[in-house]
Each structure stands twice: as structure tokens, then as C-alpha cells.
């Protein structure tokens, strides 16, 4: 028992067996590195406990190290193959790895694995290569092997199992990648290297070396040194480290020698010395320990990049060109080291991180080559001294693009350098000379001014000469010149010269001009604005006499549904009409007569040339004719109708703004009995000015009195013609008046900020509506569109309002529509989106009407929650042969964007079966009857809904 005792403690260690990893046919690349047990200091014999076999027995085996110096250090792997097939595997062990290979004392690369033996059968064959320790496994039908592997160092970076075909695959691939990117960084550092040689500067040497240095760092990575010979572990050690350290030297002088650094400080000069010499030390360190100074140099790059960019920012500040254009490659750079620190830290873990950081450096190099690229070629270089001050001084004179202005006041000799006569047209002797000379090619009216100027400082013997005159350039034309000039005195107290600058100020005198042009003219038309209109009033009836030759007519020209016209053609093309009326108009006129745009679609006349009755009337029928006459624009003739008003002057009338408001209240009248007319002024408008306001009034108590109600439009389903929905319309049954058309009273209300609480009335009893036929009609849902004003949508309570209503009026299967034209969307469209997301949220339906009639619906269309989109009646007219295709286009654009389609204006069973046919979900307009009361619209729904038609039939 002694003797066994003895024999037990002398053996090795006894280490237990890892749990199999199972390898399946599918399984092409595992990683193992997770699975393997390392054991370190074991000695040179190893003894381990196999897994399991697949009969269950645990066997133990022993290995002896294939070398007596060994360090003693085991790895211990456990696989089965779980297939019933034959799998052939190798196992890869690259010798290094640059993913956690450290900060401080880095892993440089080493043989990883001496031999690898299986607990059962022969030893694995070794497969040569210089970047790997590679081994041929082959595993038997549910075998179960455990893998002792003799290691030549105390870490195993990375353990791979991969199917042979697919590691060749991969290693081809790399290999394909490899060589583009050493392609790219060897033609970078050639050409950079042809650069110096042809451009000289210190910055292309230092950037050849930095592309050389990231080529040898590059090839060493990439194993590609190994080609020109075989190199033991400990060569590629200090290969690496020693490319590592060439990087950041050179980085280094790039930095110094690109940004001139000696030009900003001695300091800098000692420190980039310093510098130098400690890589030299550092290189020299590389044969003594590499990873130690493997380690000095990534530090020395994340401190340089960090020193690079204060550098850059402070030089960037002052304004440095040079520091300005590497940012964007110093970036990169920072990004290239942040991302290496992850790397060699662990953070990052991939297999494609080593290469692409390869990539990258590449990229930052080619990044800082187009950098000094374009600033050594974007300029020439900079001279010092290379003027005289006299001569400066005259650059700065020329540069400015002021003339020198000289006269010698005791020869009286005025000269101007450059000759400012030849550059005027006058000859070179025209204002060479006796000062006099100039009289005659100055404006007269500067002509006094200049003589005042120059006699005051020969006589006061001080003060400067601060002129701005009108130089003649031709018979008719002027150029306007600034003189700036300051005396010279002499011994005896007297002006002996008088020496300055001429600048043509000519361009700054024509935007002046053009400014006060603008500031009274309207910039579409160029006709005088509203101000110098009431200017040209008040001038006439200050003029105006009884039995004088001056009796003033004031003329309000308005176009007729211009705003509909606008909606229809685009603007661009509204602004094009505008501008023919304003022609037409303006060859009615006689020269003392004045024609203004006074507004959006209004034009003012103040008629002097004509004081006769008769020769008023004429001219206003024929102001009424020219308008009318049928304007040309895009194979199509449009036609405008004015409404004209206005008023002659009176002795009664004192004031312009009097004379103008009569004529005001003329238009008015003009419009209430619908355009296309003439109406004179007639005292008795005056009394009819305040029916407006007796209008608004009664408006409020209407809303007050319920004498405001909802008629519904039916709408249809295109396909089978049943009624969908309604959309509601005002009506106004005023006890005196009648009934009030919508357009007066709904104009009125939006003048008098009355549409909000008139479009509030309208939403609740359109909602109130919807549940009283919910309650008689639940089976049969229908839908009521409410139009909505621009003025109500930017009202902060209108979210709330629409809540408050849904709340009080609930629908289940009955649907409240809100419509919104596209020309009120468009005046605040930013505001409008989150007005209409808000108001969708609570579950009402939104609605785009008029669609077509604008210019911006095209663009923002997508950005509007959107459910529904009305296609403007104006499409159904036959203008041209392209009408269906244009309805085609905008039903698949509205079905593309989700959005149901409403056609407006269908007349006849024809039109609606090309809009069904075209795809169109509902259909407005003649086809669908007259507006109806809510007792004739539940009628219509119970006739000509399916349902209520099944129940009918069965009855019967």
C-alpha cells in the first residue's frame, strides 16, 4: 500500500474531460473557442478523463509533450458527431488575432497548437500554413473524441472547426480583398512618392512616408511578407511591432510638416525632435521586447490623434486654411482609433473587424492624400515682400475698383488714374486737365454742387471733398461717381493739392432707384400700389374745381371669380392674366391718367382726361369690353367679367379717401347684382353701406335662433349607385330677407371672424344629425361631410371643439367628414398637418376637396392624413380630348396613397359609368339629385339602400 501511494503521488495530474460539442453534416464554421479547457503548468506529461463514449465509458489517457522545454501549458476539447455520416473537419488556430490582442504588452502573433491527439485512433496530420496552426479531423459516425492539444503559448486566441471546402471559400475571399486593398495603399504611396519629387514640398516626403508605413503594416497583417520568405514567429513578431511604430512616426511628421508647425512656435520645432528621437528609441526597443513597445506605440497613436485634433481645432479658429481642410480626414482618423481600441479590447469581436480596420487606415491615408492634393494645386503660394508699400497701396486702390483722383490746385490740374474719360467714352483728354473741363460732362444739375465743393476747400484750406455726381457716358446716359478727396497743405498754410479716390457708384444709385420704385409700384404688374394711388387721388381733388377743367372719376375694377380662376389655371398662369389686364387697361389711358393694382384681382383708375357723363360712360364700357375680350393660354381661351364701380367728383366731396369710398360702395353694389356690370355711384349707396353691417348682426342672432340650417347633397357609390353619404350645406332663412344666399352671408362671416363659430353650428348639427338617423337607420351607415374654413383650422380650440361634439352626438357605424379645400390648406400647411393628425386621432374622417385647383397639393399631398380626395368639378368639363387620362391619373395616384375618390360635377349616366369604370368610389353632383332636408334624405337612404330593399321585396 506504501509503495502505491508513492506511485499516485508521483503521477501527474489528473484533469477531467469538457462536454462535447455536437458537430452536425450542416455545421460548415463553429466556433470553439468557448468550448476548450486550458490547463497551464501541467508539466510534460497530461493526463485527462475522456468524455463519454457512446456506450457510455470514460476512459483516461495520457499524452507526453513533444518537446522537454515545454512550458507545460494543455488544452483539452471534447466533440461528437451526432450524423450518420463521416465528417471531415479541420481545425484552425490563427496565430494571431488582433481582436483582444491588448493595450499594454500586446499579443504580436505565435504558434498556438504543437499537436493535437485524440482520445481515440491516430494523431492529426498538421496542414502547413504561416498564418494558422491547421489540423485534419475526421470523425466517425456518433463517435465521441476528446482532443489534447500541446500549446506553444499560454493563450489561444481563437479556435475554429470548418468544413474544408468552406474554409477555402473564405480564405479566397479574403485573399480577393487582401489584394485590393494592398493595390490601393501601394499605388497611394507611389504616387504620392512621384508627387515629391515633382512638387518638392516638405508635405508630400512626409505623406509618401505615411502611405509607405500603412503599406508595410498592411502587408504584414495581411501575411503578405511572408511571401517573400519563410519567417519564424518571432520575425513576424517584430515585423509588426516595427511596421506599428513606422505608422505613428510618420503620422507624426505628417501632422508637423502639413501644418507647419515651426511657422507657429520654436516649441513645436523642439517638440516634433523630441518626438523623433523618441520613436527612434521605441525602434530600438523593438528588438529588445516588441510587444512592450508594440504597446508605447498605440498609445503614442491615440495621443497623437488627440494632439492632431486640438491642433486642428485651434488652427481652424484663426482662420488656417490648411487645418481647416484636414478636418474631414482627421475625423476619419479619430473614428479609425476609436473603433481599433474597441478591438484590441474585446468590445468588438467579429472575424471582419481586422481587415476592415486594415481597409480603413488604407482609406484614411487616400483621405489625407486628397487633403494636401488640394491645398498644394488650389493656389499659388505666397510671397513676402514682394512689393513696395507705394505699390501696394495702388493694388489696394485698383483692387477696391476706385479711380485715383489727383488735383494739383496750383497748376490746376486735374488727372484720374486710370483715365476716367476713356473709361466713360470721352476721349482721353476730356477730363484731363483745368478742372473747368469736367463742367461740361457733369449732370447740370451737379455742376454747381462740384464747383461749390472745390472753391470751399481752396478757401477754407480744410475740410474733404464728399461728392456723389452724375458723369455723362453719351448723349442721353449718366454714371453715377462717388469723389472722395482730402487736401494737401503746403509750407504756407495754402491747398497745393487735393488727392482722393473716384468709385462708380452707379450700380448702388440704380438699387436705390429701384427701391423707391418698388416702394410705390406693384412688382408683379410695375403699375403704382394702393399708396401712390390714394396719392394721385388726393392730388386731383386738390386740383378738382366746379367750372375747372380738372373733375376726377375714380374707377374700382374687380375680376369676377378671379379666385376660382387662379384655383383652376395655377397661379403662375393668374399671374400672367393679371398682367394682360394690366396691358389692356393701360391703352385705355391717356397720359394724365393713372391706372394702379389697388389689390389681389382689383385695379383703380383715377380718370382726368375725361369729365363729360357721356365720355365717362364710354370709356367705362369699354374698360368693361377690353376685359372681357377672351384671353389665349394654353390651347384654351379664358374668359373674365369685371365688376366696375365709380364715382365722380362732386363739391361736396372734400377729401380723396371720401371719394374713394363712394366708390367702394359702388363695386359693392356692382358684385351684389352678380358682376359683368358698370354701377355708378348714387347717393343712396350710402344708406346701403350699412346693410352689411345690419347683415353680420343678424347673422349673430341667426346662429342664436336656429334660423341657420343644414340641406345634404346626396352622395353615391360609382358602382352601384346606392347612397354612401351626405354632404351638408348652409342655409340661411332670414325672416325679412328671405333666404340669403350662402355666398353673401358666408363671405360676410368670414370678414367678421364670424365662420368660426358659424362652421362650429354647422359640425354640431351635422353630428347631431348623424345620430338622430342612427338611432332610426343603424343598419344602413352613412357618412356627412362638413366643410371647414382655413379660419377655423388655425383656431387653437378647434381639436377641442370637434371632441366636445363627437362627445355629445357618439356614432357607431354613422361617419362625421371633415372637408378642407386644398387652397386653405395651403396657407399654413406646417400648422394645418398637426391641426388635422390631432383631429384624425378622434376618429373623424378628413377629407381633401377641390383637389386640382391649386399648386401644392402634388408635394405635400402625402404629408396630410388624408382619407378621402375630391376631384374639383372643373375636370369633368370636355375642355380637351386628354380629360380621361388626366381623371385616370389622379384616381391611381389618390388609390396608391390609400385615399378614397369623390368625383364632383357628374351630370349623366355616362360620365358616372367612365368614373366607375375608371375606378372613382363615389360620385357628387347632378346625377345624385338636389339637396335635401334631413326628412327627404332618411327617405332616400331607406329607398335606395340595399338593405332596406331586401326587406321590402320580402314583405311584399
Not at 365709380?646 to 363712394?662: I, Q
Not at 366607375?916 to 331607406?942: K, S, W
Request: charged residues 20%.
Amino acid at each position: 500500500m506504501a509503495v502505491l501511494a508513492v506511485l499516485l503521488a508521483a503521477m501527474p495530474a489528473h484533469a477531467q474531460s469538457n462536454e462535447p460539442i455536437s458537430i452536425g453534416r450542416d455545421d460548415t464554421a463553429l466556433d470553439l473557442t468557448g468550448a476548450v479547457t486550458i490547463y497551464r503548468d501541467r508539466g510534460n506529461a497530461f493526463r485527462v478523463s475522456t468524455a463519454p463514449d457512446a456506450e457510455g465509458i470514460v476512459r483516461t489517457i495520457e499524452v507526453q509533450a513533444s518537446n522537454a522545454d515545454t512550458a507545460g501549458d494543455w488544452a483539452v476539447l471534447v466533440l461528437t458527431n451526432t450524423s450518420d455520416v463521416q465528417l471531415d473537419r479541420l481545425l484552425v488556430a490563427p496565430r494571431f488575432r488582433l481582436v483582444s490582442s491588448g493595450l499594454f504588452w500586446p499579443d504580436l502573433g505565435a504558434q498556438r497548437i504543437v499537436a493535437l491527439t485524440p482520445s481515440s485512433g491516430f494523431s492529426l496530420d498538421r496542414i502547413d500554413d504561416p498564418h494558422a496552426d491547421i489540423f485534419a479531423i475526421t470523425l466517425d459516425p456518433g463517435a465521441v473524441i476528446t482532443l489534447v492539444a500541446e500549446l506553444a503559448s499560454p493563450t489561444l486566441p481563437q479556435l475554429y472547426l470548418w468544413e474544408e471546402d468552406a474554409y477555402k471559400d473564405i480564405v479566397n475571399s479574403y485573399t480577393l480583398y487582401h489584394g485590393i486593398v494592398l493595390g490601393i495603399a501601394g499605388l497611394l504611396a507611389l504616387f504620392l512618392s512621384i508627387l515629391f519629387v515633382v512638387r518638392g514640398t516638405a508635405t508630400f516626403p512626409a505623406a509618401a512616408a505615411l502611405a509607405w508605413s500603412v503599406l508595410a503594416y498592411v502587408s504584414i497583417d495581411f501575411g503578405f511578407i511572408s511571401q517573400f520568405g519563410v519567417l519564424d514567429t518571432a520575425a513576424m513578431r517584430t515585423w509588426r511591432a516595427t511596421s506599428e511604430i513606422a505608422v505613428v512616426a510618420t503620422l507624426g511628421l505628417f501632422l508637423f510638416t502639413h501644418l507647419s508647425l515651426d511657422r507657429w512656435s520654436d516649441r513645436m520645432r523642439w517638440g516634433a525632435l523630441f518626438w523623433l528621437f523618441g520613436m527612434i528609441v521605441l525602434g530600438a526597443l523593438v528588438t529588445y521586447d516588441p510587444s512592450v513597445a508594440a504597446g508605447i506605440a498605440r498609445i503614442a497613436l491615440a495621443a497623437t490623434a488627440a494632439f492632431g485634433l486640438a491642433l486642428i481645432i485651434i488652427l481652424s479658429l484663426r482662420g488656417f486654411d490648411k487645418a481647416i481642410m484636414l478636418i474631414p480626414a482627421w475625423a476619419l482618423l479619430l473614428a479609425w482609433v476609436a473603433a481599433g481600441w474597441m478591438t484590441i479590447t474585446g468590445q468588438v469581436d467579429n472575424d471582419i473587424i481586422q481587415p476592415a480596420l486594415a481597409g480603413g487606415l488604407v482609406l484614411v491615408v487616400l483621405l489625407i492624400g486628397f487633403t494636401i492634393l488640394q491645398s498644394a494645386f488650389s493656389g499659388g503660394a505666397f510671397h513676402e515682400n514682394l512689393f513696395s508699400n507705394v505699390e501696394l497701396q495702388a493694388l489696394a486702390v485698383t483692387g477696391s475698383g476706385g479711380i485715383v483722383w489727383d488735383w494739383d490746385v496750383g497748376r490746376d490740374r486735374l488727372t484720374t488714374t486710370p483715365n476716367l474719360g476713356v473709361l466713360l467714352g470721352l476721349g482721353p483728354t476730356a477730363l484731363q486737365g483745368p478742372a473747368k473741363n469736367w463742367l461740361k460732362h457733369v449732370h447740370p444739375d451737379d455742376r454747381e454742387t462740384f464747383r461749390a465743393a472745390l472753391d470751399a476747400v481752396v478757401e477754407r484750406r480744410r475740410g474733404k471733398i464728399d461728392l456723389v455726381l452724375r458723369m455723362r457716358t453719351g448723349e442721353t446716359q449718366h454714371a453715377w461717381y462717388a469723389v472722395s478727396a482730402r487736401p494737401v497743405i503746403g509750407a504756407d498754410g495754402s491747398v497745393i493739392r487735393c488727392i482722393g479716390t473716384a468709385t462708380d457708384v452707379s450700380a448702388q444709385k440704380r438699387a436705390e432707384e429701384r427701391l423707391l420704385h418698388d416702394a410705390v409700384h406693384d412688382n408683379l404688374t410695375g403699375l403704382p400700389n394702393r399708396e401712390l394711388f390714394f396719392d394721385r387721388i388726393r392730388t386731383a381733388v386738390a386740383l378738382a374745381a366746379p367750372d375747372g377743367p380738372v373733375r376726377p372719376t375714380v374707377f374700382i375694377v374687380d375680376i369676377d371669380r378671379f379666385k376660382e380662376v387662379n384655383e383652376s389655371v395655377g397661379i403662375n398662369a393668374g399671374d400672367t392674366l393679371l398682367i394682360t389686364v394690366a396691358r389692356r387697361l393701360k391703352r385705355q389711358l391717356r397720359p394724365q391718367d393713372t391706372l394702379a393694382r389697388i389689390g389681389g384681382d382689383q385695379f383703380g383708375i383715377v380718370l382726368v382726361s375725361e369729365s363729360e357723363p357721356g365720355g365717362i360712360a364710354a370709356f367705362a364700357e369699354a374698360v368693361k369690353k377690353t376685359i372681357k375680350t377672351p384671353i389665349s393660354f394654353a390651347e384654351r381661351e379664358i374668359v373674365l367679367t369685371p365688376s366696375v364701380g365709380l364715382a365722380t367728383w362732386s363739391p361736396e366731396c372734400k377729401r380723396g379717401e371720401e371719394l374713394f369710398k363712394d366708390t367702394e360702395l359702388a363695386l359693392h353694389q356692382a358684385k351684389r347684382f352678380g358682376g359683368d356690370r358698370v354701377e355708378p355711384f348714387r347717393p343712396a349707396f350710402r344708406d346701403g353701406g350699412s346693410n352689411i353691417v345690419q347683415i353680420e348682426a343678424d347673422l349673430h342672432r341667426a346662429i342664436e335662433r336656429d334660423q341657420i340650417s343644414l340641406v345634404y347633397q346626396p352622395i353615391i357609390a360609382a358602382k352601384t349607385g346606392d347612397i354612401a353619404g351626405f354632404e351638408a350645406l348652409m342655409r340661411w332663412h332670414h325672416p325679412r330677407r328671405g333666404d340669403v344666399p350662402p355666398t353673401e352671408f358666408i363671405a360676410i362671416a368670414e370678414r367678421s371672424e364670424l365662420i368660426g363659430e358659424l362652421g362650429a353650428h354647422a359640425l354640431e348639427m351635422a353630428a347631431a344629425q348623424l345620430m338622430e338617423w342612427e338611432t332610426a337607420l343603424p343598419e344602413m351607415p352613412v357618412f356627412v361631410s362638413v366643410n371647414v374654413s382655413a379660419q377655423q383650422l388655425v383656431r387653437r380650440d378647434f381639436t377641442n371643439l370637434v371632441s366636445g361634439i363627437l362627445a355629445r352626438h357618439p356614432q357607431r357605424t354613422h361617419t362625421l367628414r371633415i372637408e378642407i379645400t386644398e387652397t386653405s390648406l395651403m396657407q399654413n400647411p406646417e400648422q394645418n398637418v398637426r391641426v388635422l393628425e390631432r383631429v384624425k386621432a378622434l376618429g373623424v374622417k378628413l377629407a381633401l376637396d377641390d383637389f386640382g385647383t391649386g399648386y401644392s397639393s402634388l408635394s405635400y399631398l402625402s404629408r396630410f392624413p388624408f382619407d378621402v380626395l375630391k376631384i374639383d368639378r372643373s375636370f369633368m368639363r370636355p375642355i380637351s380630348s386628354g380629360r380621361d387620362a388626366l381623371l385616370r391619373s389622379i384616381i391611381d395616384m389618390a388609390h396608391a396613397l390609400g385615399l378614397s375618390v369623390v368625383a364632383e360635377g357628374v351630370e349623366d349616366e355616362d360620365d358616372r359609368s367612365v368614373l366607375a369604370e375608371m375606378g372613382a368610389d363615389y360620385l357628387q353632383g347632378f346625377i345624385t339629385g338636389q339637396p335635401l332636408t334631413p326628412e327627404d334624405a332618411a327617405t332616400l337612404i331607406a329607398q335606395r339602400n340595399p338593405i332596406v330593399a331586401r326587406e321590402e321585396q320580402a314583405a311584399e
